[in-house]
């Protein structure tokens, strides 16, 4: 409707919610800095470099994944297996290492990278040429790879003592000042960020999830690109997996257990429009930062540890409804 | 309002059921419920040769009340799927309600008042997922997440690390008991009646017949004067109702309440649903066939559970079903539309793909070689 209708006549106010509509991410900086204010208030210490630095490195493993979901989300899609994908990646690298401790930790991140696409490939496939609807398709797959995940451990598991040393400071070791792990997360973002605004290939995700049908008529393949950025999606769960045996020291049947829902969270907190075309990388890099802040925040604030998921739960209601509130305000004073 | 609405309600009662194309659309779907009959002997055959204590009445009883739960909430979901919503909460829901009953348990409350408050609490849950999918129309997908952690994490916020236990033989009897003199637990007599009574609005009502118009085209069943929002609101409210009601079930079921009661339960109803024939995409989808699915489902775990499969395991399973369900009429659908030409192009991809799914499990079973020689 907006699009159809330039405003005219606009007042000082809705200047500034035409602005803050058009760089969606206005709302979600305000709600961080909002909260940020407020837990300072209440407790300095959130506010220092190093509370700063513990929650990049918690939500590191999650923007990476979140960039992957963010590509499927835009093309109208979800892919709810990122979990599944992460557990059974997870544990096949963290054997891998165990059985070769002097392995070199390039080959294994290569490894999880290649093993991550093959599983995102697969949902890829069923959705392009099987014309299965993402979310079955994903379903399915949530539940197959968490089956062999049980399949192939037999229900054992890595513990720390298990990893060579180098494997476990891929994470969490500080060369370049940061933890790798934040640099890695910064490095896929920046490469997604170049990927989705300045490739063709990127724009055209963008075209297949605007208008599926219009994209096919400008001669866009669909099916290639669909099926790309569940390939991406699988790859980026890949990555993270191996992260995540890292930075935990460990490969468990149940690791990223539900982990879905928080990537998709973090996609739609961000700004990402569940029905497609609409998300851009800085959105989901601050509706990552938002969750890990919540988290980190109600701890500080000393909320019993009881309460915080249900503060988190509101928290993203809070948010989403505040992002469709400002929409509306602004479609009601230009329409 | 309430005549004016009740009015135009009347209106197009008669327009839906005039148009109801009723015998295309029964026969073209009795077809995926003969072939879920058909999996379902097929199963019972195969599980009956392979273990010997399939057949056993006592087995098969106890067994039973293990799904009554997902097919409670999966009634409901049913519903919302149809109209081409999705309610992911379901499960988060269950725990917060028997979580509150179990916590007013420990408090020393009367069981049954308990209960009743569990049920008004689900209730509230439900409405508030309606009052923002129906009025402040945000996608259903992305309120139900939010609730999914927001229930989820109340339930841990009654409970913290205690459990509710010692409930009293009357209460348990709704998930443990039997119907006088017989094997049938009382937990599958409740869902069968339910299912009816569901099955009954859907396929029997003017009700039932606007889910459908709601998943086909939404906007077209508004300018025809029906409430779509007030319809959303009832049946998510409906949906939080029958997860508190399956909460009980659970809660009684175990003989105790843990927050994290019924965790992940939300994608086994959406599966029963779905592998039933209910288009998740809105506009199809039939009553019997999500029954007959979960009862498919239900023998597979059984089965599998009998031959000694872990229930992780058993989840390949399950999910192949579930993709194949749709993935093979879809193909099959493709190859007599393509008269089977020959090209070389997809041929050549098709192998692509399969030598590295064939390299995928080379090394799957490569690298696991160890782990099966130690255990």
């Known amino acids: 409707m907006t699009a159809q209708n330039p405003p005219v006549n606009r007042s000082s106010f809705s200047t500034v919610l035409w602005t803050l509509a058009r760089f969606r991410e206005a709302g979600i900086t305000l709600f961080i800095l909002i909260l940020v204010v407020a837990v300072t208030i209440r407790n300095p210490a959130f506010l220092t470099a190093d509370n700063f630095q513990d929650i990049l490195l918690n939500i590191s493993i999650l923007a990476i994944v979140a960039l992957g979901?963010?590509?499927?989300?835009?093309?109208?899609?979800?892919?709810?297996?990122?979990?599944?994908?992460?557990?059974?990646?997870?544990?096949?690298?963290?054997?891998?290492?165990?059985?070769?401790?002097?392995?070199?930790?390039?080959?294994?991140?290569?490894?999880?990278?290649?093993?991550?696409?093959?599983?995102?490939?697969?949902?890829?496939?069923?959705?392009?040429?099987?014309?299965?609807?993402?979310?079955?398709?994903?379903?399915?797959?949530?539940?197959?790879?968490?089956?062999?995940?049980?399949?192939?451990?037999?229900?054992?598991?890595?513990?720390?003592?298990?990893?060579?040393?180098?494997?476990?400071?891929?994470?969490?070791?500080?060369?370049?000042?940061?933890?790798?792990?934040?640099?890695?997360?910064?490095?896929?973002?920046?490469?997604?960020?170049?990927?989705?605004?300045?490739?063709?290939?990127?724009?055209?995700?963008?075209?297949?999830?605007?208008?599926?049908?219009?994209?096919?008529?400008?001669?866009?393949?669909?099916?290639?690109?669909?099926?790309?950025?569940?390939?991406?999606?699988?790859?980026?769960?890949?990555?993270?997996?191996?992260?995540?045996?890292?930075?935990?020291?460990?490969?468990?049947?149940?690791?990223?257990?539900?982990?879905?829902?928080?990537?998709?969270?973090?996609?739609?907190?961000?700004?990402?429009?569940?029905?497609?075309?609409?998300?851009?990388?800085?959105?989901v890099l601050l509706g990552a930062l938002l969750l890990g802040i919540i988290q980190n925040a109600l701890t500080i604030v000393g909320i019993s540890p009881f309460w915080q998921l249900a503060a988190q739960g509101l928290l993203i209601l809070l948010a989403v409804v505040t992002d469709k509130w400002i929409l509306s305000r602004v479609e009601r004073r230009t329409a | 309002m309430t005549q004016s609405s009740a009015l135009v309600e009347g209106k197009s009662q008669t327009l839906i059921n005039e148009a109801a194309p009723r015998q295309p659309f029964l026969a073209r779907f009795q077809r995926w419920e003969w072939i879920l009959v058909g999996l379902i002997i097929l199963v019972v055959i195969l599980n009956t040769r392979l273990s010997p204590y399939f057949l056993n009445a006592l087995n098969l009883s106890r067994t039973s009340s293990d799904f009554m739960e997902i097919g409670i909430m999966m009634l409901p979901m049913v519903f919302i799927i149809i109209t081409g919503n999705i309610d992911l909460s379901v499960a988060s829901n269950m725990g917060m309600s028997a979580s509150l009953m179990g916590l007013l348990h420990n408090m020393g409350v009367n069981i049954w008042l308990a209960a009743l408050a569990g049920l008004a609490l689900g209730t509230l849950g439900g409405m508030l997922n309606g009052y923002l999918v129906a009025r402040v129309k945000l996608p259903s997908l992305v309120v139900t997440l939010g609730t999914y952690a927001f229930y989820r994490g109340i339930a841990y916020g009654f409970l913290g690390d205690q459990a509710a236990r010692d409930y009293p033989a009357a209460f348990t009897y709704l998930g443990q008991g039997r119907v006088l003199g017989t094997l049938i637990p009382f937990s599958v007599v409740l869902f069968l009646v339910l299912a009816v009574g569901f099955g009954l609005v859907l396929h029997r009502t003017a009700f039932g017949r606007y889910l459908y118009a709601i998943g086909n085209n939404e906007n077209a069943t508004i300018y025809s004067g029906v409430p779509v929002a007030k319809i959303k609101l009832i049946l998510f409210t409906l949906s939080g109702f029958m997860a508190a009601l399956a909460g009980l079930i659970l809660a009684a079921r175990f003989g105790s309440t843990r927050p994290d009661i019924g965790t992940g339960l939300e994608l086994s109803v959406i599966t029963a649903a779905v592998l039933g024939g209910v288009e998740i995409n809105g506009g199809n989808g039939t009553m019997l066939g999500a029954a007959l699915s979960l009862l498919l489902i239900g023998l597979m775990r059984f089965g599998m559970g009998l031959l000694n499969i872990q229930g992780q395991v058993q989840g390949v399973a399950i999910g192949l079903l579930l993709i194949l369900s749709i993935l093979l009429p879809n193909l099959a659908r493709n190859l007599s539309v393509r008269n089977l030409k020959f090209k070389r192009q997809p041929v050549a991809v098709a192998i692509l793909f399969l030598a590295v799914f064939v390299l995928f499990f080379i090394f799957f079973y490569w690298s696991r070689a160890p782990i099966v020689a130690a255990s």
Not at chain 1, 112 to 126: D, R
Not at chain 1, 224 to 245: E, H, K, P, Q, T
């Open chain 1, 69 to 283: 979901q963010t590509m499927v989300i835009v093309t109208h899609g979800i892919d709810l297996s990122v979990s599944s994908t992460i557990g059974l990646v997870a544990m096949m690298v963290a054997f891998v290492v165990k059985q070769n401790q002097d392995i070199s930790i390039v080959l294994v991140v290569l490894l999880g990278m290649a093993l991550g696409a093959v599983l995102g490939s697969f949902n890829g496939l069923i959705i392009t040429h099987g014309k299965v609807p993402p979310i079955i398709a994903t379903l399915g797959t949530l539940s197959i790879y968490r089956g062999l995940v049980f399949y192939y451990s037999q229900g054992t598991w890595i513990n720390s003592f298990e990893l060579p040393k180098s494997f476990k400071l891929l994470s969490k070791g500080t060369p370049l000042g940061l933890p790798n792990m934040v640099i890695i997360a910064i490095v896929v973002a920046v490469i997604v960020y170049y990927f989705l605004n300045y490739t063709r290939t990127g724009r055209e995700i963008y075209a297949v999830g605007s208008n599926p049908d219009a994209a096919q008529f400008a001669g866009i393949r669909k099916d290639r690109i669909i099926f790309l950025v569940y390939l991406l999606s699988g790859l980026a769960a890949g990555l993270a997996a191996v992260l995540w045996a890292s930075r935990f020291e460990s490969a468990q049947t149940n690791t990223a257990l539900g982990f879905e829902l928080q990537t998709v969270a973090a996609s739609v907190v961000g700004g990402v429009s569940i029905s497609g075309g609409v998300g851009t990388v800085p959105g």
